[in-house]
């Protein structure tokens, strides 16, 4: 049973910085693609960022340059390191996996796992 588990979420103000941690148990495929995923109030989720089996990664265009996926595969866990953050990151992220080496951040219905989600609060 593939299970995911965030956990890192928080409150902090504008221009700080937060690190997301999403710990993968469960998963035998050795070919995935691990993504996050963000959901604000009132809006749709949204694909963040995302790491494949090759550690080839991928950003929206809204977190270029401020956050950077990571994994660190003997701990079996994905990390996204948020720098310089902004009012309008606040949101639940998710994070979610898929098999196979191709993803894109384009649709959630690509990704079969998720987890529960943990708040990102930004203050201005």
């Known amino acids: 049973q593939v299970q995911l588990v965030e956990s890192g979420g928080g409150s902090v103000q504008a221009g700080g910085s937060l690190r997301l941690s999403c710990t993968v148990s469960?998963?035998?495929?050795?070919?995935?693609?691990l993504a996050w995923f963000r959901q604000a109030p009132g809006k749709e989720r949204e694909g963040v960022a995302r790491?494949?089996?090759?550690?080839?990664?991928m950003y929206a265009d809204s977190v270029k340059g401020r956050f950077t996926i990571s994994q660190d595969n003997a701990k079996n866990t994905m990390y996204l390191e948020m720098n310089s953050l902004k009012s309008e990151d606040t949101a639940i992220y998710y994070c979610?996996?898929?098999?196979?080496?191709?993803?894109?951040?384009?649709?959630?219905?690509?990704?079969?796992?998720w987890g529960q989600g943990t708040q990102v609060s930004v203050s201005s």
């Open positions: 469960g998963f035998t495929s050795s070919r995935y693609c």
């Open positions: 790491i494949n089996t090759g550690a080839v990664s």
């Open positions: 979610a996996a898929t098999i196979g080496s191709w993803c894109s951040l384009l649709s959630t219905s690509e990704y079969g796992y």
